[in-house]
Nanobody, 122 residues
Framework: QVQLVESGGGLVQAGGSLRLSCSASGRTSRSAAMGWFRQAPGKEREVVAV????????YVQDSVKGRFTISRDNAKNTVYLQMNSLKPEDTAVYYC???????????????WGQGTQVTVSS
């Protein structure tokens, strides 16, 4: 079992920055791949970025590439999503997820946090 708690969401103006954090706990959390997903109103949930258990491999969705960075600190059991140059279209609920397979792929996430709202005003 892996438990995930997100923090760091909020309201920001376009062009601003936010850093999301996801604190993980549980026996297999350090060996899990971690990912950030988001869901905007009326849209399906989509992957934003994922990172392998070691942190050596990442995937970032094209629409946020160059603006968002995913990282992890296994000593703190925490994964981060640094979001810069935010746009109104980044507005969504952001979810942290964990996958026990440990690799930086976009599927197979079996543990999810409750989500944190990010709102970008124009």
């Amino acid at each position: 079992q892996v438990q995930l708690v997100e923090s760091g969401g909020g309201l920001v103006q376009a062009g601003g920055s936010l850093r999301l954090s996801c604190s993980a706990s549980g026996r297999t959390s350090r060996s899990a791949a971690m990912g950030w997903f988001r869901q905007a109103p009326g849209k399906e949930r989509e992957v934003v970025a994922v990172i392998s258990w070691s942190g050596s491999n990442t995937y970032v969705q094209d629409s946020v590439k160059g603006r968002f960075t995913i990282s992890r600190d296994n000593a703190k059991n925490t994964v981060y999503l640094q979001m810069n140059s935010l746009k109104p279209e980044d507005t969504a609920v952001y979810y942290c997820a964990a996958a026990t397979h440990g690799v930086a792929v976009t599927t197979g996430y079996n543990y999810w946090g409750q989500g944190t709202q990010v709102t970008v005003s124009s």
